[in-house]
């Protein structure tokens, strides 16, 4: 089954509002969870690292101050999409990675359904 | 640098049909790790296969093998007999410390 969920799956609103993703690991506890954006028929591009405890570390060129993240938990992670405009629509993915033996060495990063977000 | 390359980006079979899925990566590296996901039209990434740069020894699960040669820096990820459902998208990944790099997809279309 699932171990990582998200919410909303889909959203759509209007260009200038503020939009929650929740990004939460079902059954165990997760230190980093990542978050990736994937435009149509193209591959995943990590955004940002979500560090419990700390500030999230973003990948050159995401604004971080576009792209809130909050880890609010061992096992929640929001991005809130800051005053979307319709180019900040696309799929939205985060990953929790699931660690065996306490080494990260031997995780596997288990993602979450995604969120479509369309701007209008 | 770390890269990821899947060349094919669509490949269409016919049901039962036996389909390979190339994936070369770059890496200066010693110790690393790859990985398969399959991302069906749901959306939902799904993981696969995860294997060590040192550990060569191919894999086979059911109707999925997977052929790791560093010599050519390629894990390729062959689908035997391919049903319908196997209609995907299948990402190659590499992981550098704890993030994923991921390859542009192979779209794999099985036709009845």
């Known amino acids: 089954g699932a171990v990582v969920s998200q919410h909303p799956s889909r959203v759509i609103c209007k260009s200038g509002t503020s939009v929650k993703i929740e990004c939460r690991s079902l059954?165990?506890?997760?230190?980093?969870m990542f978050w990736y954006r994937q435009f149509p028929k193209q591959s995943l591009m990590l955004m940002a690292t979500?560090?419990?405890?700390?500030?999230?570390?973003?990948e050159q060129g995401v604004e971080k101050d576009k792209f809130l993240i909050n880890h609010a938990s061992l096992t929640l992670s929001t991005l809130t999409v800051t005053s979307a405009h319709p180019e900040d629509s696309s799929f939205y993915i985060c990953?929790?990675?699931?660690?065996?033996?306490?080494?990260?060495?031997?995780?596997?990063?288990?993602f979450g359904p995604g969120t479509r977000l369309t701007v209008l | 640098a770390q890269k990821v390359t899947q060349a094919q980006t669509e490949i269409s079979v016919v049901e039962k049909e036996d389909v390979t899925l190339d994936c070369v990566y770059e890496?200066?590296?010693?110790?690393?790790?790859l990985f398969w996901y399959k991302q069906p039209p749901s959306g939902e990434l799904v993981f696969l296969i995860r294997?060590?740069?040192?550990?060569?020894q191919n894999e086979i699960s059911g109707r999925y093998s997977w052929n790791f040669q560093k010599s050519t820096s390629s894990f390729n990820f062959t689908i035997t007999a391919s049903q319908v459902v196997d209609s995907a998208v299948y990402f190659c990944?590499?992981?550098?410390?704890?993030?994923?790099?991921f390859g542009t997809g192979t779209r794999l279309q099985v036709f009845p």
């Open positions: 990953s929790a990675p699931r660690t065996s033996g306490g080494d990260w060495r031997t995780d596997t990063q288990y």
């Open positions: 059954d165990f506890q997760a230190t980093t």
């Open positions: 979500s560090n419990e405890g700390s500030k999230a570390t973003y």
């Open positions: 890496t200066r590296d010693t110790t690393y790790y």
């Open positions: 294997r060590n740069s040192f550990d060569e």
């Open positions: 990944a590499l992981r550098r410390f704890d993030k994923l790099i």
